[in-house]
């Protein structure tokens, strides 16, 4: 009886087996084809859109009002975040370096651990990821607001071209603005790596500074700074590109901000690693 | 074939811009994935004249004036504006188009970062480049003026109510002199007071300017006082196209519905 029963558990299940099999392959299968298409999708449509910001750029009117706001907005807005950012990254190099160059007997070669590190490295990273945070959402955000109440059809519908005077303004802005927020950041990591090195031993500012740039020159200083021009170039282009695309209501908006910041900072990491290779290339 | 002003100017010069179609829209048809949203629509409008486009939700009526200026591709058919089509045009030459063209969305779509007189002033600033500073601001408050908003120049859109930014709406839709003025849902979500000012409004402004009109309405009665055609969207096509006397002698099962609910 047991068996029996057993048997019957068996046979219901059994011909139910190859169908939920059969269903949830179909299910991945149609996951994975959902998500190459969505993905596909989304570079034609970066493509699309890229070639109306090229168009857009380089044709006359060129918005120069729109772009001066946008400066002051990306820049001297994003000002305060990126100064702490450096300043902090340059103490915590400043107390890492310090640590780890003491146990293996280098503690004189640390400012220029200290300037090479936020120079080469940090400054312009940490900077491209700050600005992607509060630049990326922002613009992704705003635009994507715009888009679904209707805004930037109406500045089509007013004969201007919105690729002209939301997006070129916003990417130059981005371009023009990143090298100098670095420098910045540079400044105050550098500041902040000598004042955590001071506390822990006394070196003035003027020691510092020349030890940590002895053999230093501008092929150290000036490629490291001018690859954030890149970071600007992603940053802009995506938060543009996911608020234009936006679809939806308050819902379309938050999911817009978030992809800005998220795509936007794994792009700038990503190109930061092709971007060395580069330097490490050109600039030996 | 011209630009779209040498066309208007030659049209104008011939005397005989009142009798041809300022807008023309012929066998229009537009779908989204798989539905079918408009499958064959013909419309003409003249120089002087309101057509207000009836229909129930989801007919393709905002679409339908989406295509006219643009915002949209159709699939096929043509929208011509004083005789050119625009389907085809790149989006600057679109642009030399809607510069003739007013447009005022249902929801009046105004900057948000912009005041009220900004907002007005944006057509201005972009095609009117010649005009001094102090010039557009005449303007502005002569745009509002037409439109009953002689104060709160310098609020926030947030901070006005529905009915005056509808008025805003159309006072920016009215900056640069348009020939055709197109209106989606003018007096949707307004009480019945506001309604009626706004349709006293457009009467005002067409008896005014001459405009060639096309409103997109719900409301039969702001139709009814507006315009002086009617058309009536039903799966896609016009089901009927007429005075509201010839809406009301059809018998036209769809049209005779639409009147009896409205």
């Not at chain 1, 902090?88 to 651990?113: D, N």
């Not at chain 2, 537009?30 to 419309?43: C, D, E, P, R, T």
């Not at chain 2, 009467?203 to 702001?222: G, N, P, Y």
Request: net charge neutral; charged share 20%; glycine share 10%.
């Amino acid at each position: 009886m047991i068996h029996q029963e057993a048997t019957a558990v068996v046979d219901v299940g059994g011909p139910r087996l190859p169908g939920l099999r059969t269903f949830l392959t179909s299910a991945r299968a149609g996951f994975s084809l959902g998500m190459i298409r969505e993905f596909l999708e989304w570079f034609g449509d970066l493509g699309v859109f890229v070639w109306h910001v090229i168009c857009a750029a380089v044709t006359p009117p060129f918005e120069f009002r729109e772009l001066f706001r946008q400066l002051d907005e990306i820049g001297s807005k994003s000002f305060p975040l990126v100064a702490l950012a450096g300043a902090a990254t340059g103490v915590v190099i400043s107390l890492e370096a310090r640590y780890s160059l003491t146990r293996f007997g280098a503690k004189s070669l640390l400012p220029a651990a200290i300037v090479f590190s936020v120079i080469h490295e940090m400054g312009p990273i940490m900077t491209g990821l700050v600005v992607s945070g509060r630049v990326g959402a922002g613009i992704g955000a705003e635009l994507a607001s715009m888009k679904v109440t209707e805004q930037i059809d109406a500045i089509e519908a007013s004969a201007v071209n919105p690729y002209r005077l939301l997006v070129v303004t916003r990417i130059v802005a981005c371009i023009l603005m990143l090298p100098l927020l670095t420098l910045a950041a540079d400044a105050c990591g550098l500041v902040m790596g000598w004042v955590a090195q001071a506390l822990a031993e006394p070196l003035s500012f003027h020691q510092f500074i020349s030890s940590g740039f002895k053999g230093a020159n501008f092929s150290d200083f000036l490629p490291p700074t001018f690859k954030t021009a890149v970071f600007g170039l992603i940053i802009g282009l995506i938060a543009c590109f996911q608020g234009m695309r936006t679809r939806g209501g308050a819902e379309g908006v938050g999911r817009a901000a978030t992809n800005s910041v998220v795509l936007s900072s794994l792009f700038v990491i990503l190109a930061d690693v092709v971007l060395v290779k580069i330097i490490i290339i050109f600039f030996p | 074939m011209g630009t779209i002003d040498q066309i208007a100017m030659e049209l104008a010069a011939a005397g005989t811009e009142g009798s041809v179609a300022v807008v023309a829209v012929e066998d229009l048809h537009k779908s989204f994935g798989s539905q079918q949203v408009l499958n064959g629509i013909n419309l003409t409008v003249s120089r002087g004249e309101t057509l207000a486009v009836l229909g129930r939700s989801g007919t393709g009526k905002s679409v339908l004036l989406r295509l006219i200026i643009g915002l949209q591709k159709p699939d096929s058919g043509s929208v011509r504006i004083h005789g050119q089509n625009i389907a085809g045009l790149a989006l600057d030459r679109i642009g030399e188009v809607r510069v003739k063209i007013g447009f005022s969305f249902q929801y009046a779509a105004l900057y948000d970062s912009l005041t009220v007189a900004e907002n007005v002033a944006f057509p201005l600033r972009h095609h009117r480049r010649e005009m001094s500073k102090s010039e557009q601001a005449d303007r502005v408050k002569q745009l509002l003026a037409e439109v009953g908003m002689e104060k709160g120049l310098e609020k926030m859109p947030s901070d006005i109510s529905g009915g005056m930014r509808k008025r805003v709406g159309l006072a920016r839709a009215l900056a640069l002199d348009p020939d055709i003025l197109l209106l989606d849902e003018p007096t949707a979500g307004l009480d019945p007071i506001s309604s009626s000012e706004i349709d006293d409004l457009i009467l005002k402004l067409q008896a005014e300017r001459h405009m060639a009109s096309i409103v997109v309405t719900h409301d039969l009665h702001s139709a009814k006082t507006i315009a002086n055609r009617l058309a009536l969207l039903n799966e896609g096509k016009v089901a009927i196209e007429g005075n509201f006397e010839a809406l009301q002698n059809s018998g036209i099962e769809f049209v005779r519905e639409f009147l009896k609910h409205s």
